[in-house]
């Protein structure tokens, strides 16, 4: 499985997170198997997600679609982006 990676910064994490869970079945037609998000535990409006995805082709075209452009606008992201793509991890020990 391949993951992204997607930090970013929000003017309001609650309008963010609604319009976030809304194009939520977008993600899923597009290959997303679901994930995470977290919030900074410094700054409530910058944002991390995790998503797992079906593969590194289908996350690379999700990634840099118009369509998620828009979606991201329109849900208050600021800024560029940083955008990671990851191969499958490694459990380790604490």
Known sequence: ????????????????????DEHGATRGEAGSKGGTVYRSSDDSNEVV???????DDNARAFIASQELAAAMADAGVTGQPMVAFLDEGEAVPA
């Open 49 to 55: 997600i995790v998503l797992e995805w079906d593969g």
């Open 1 to 20: 499985m391949a993951h992204i990676v997607i930090w970013h910064q929000v003017e309001n994490f609650d309008q963010w997170k609604s319009k976030f």
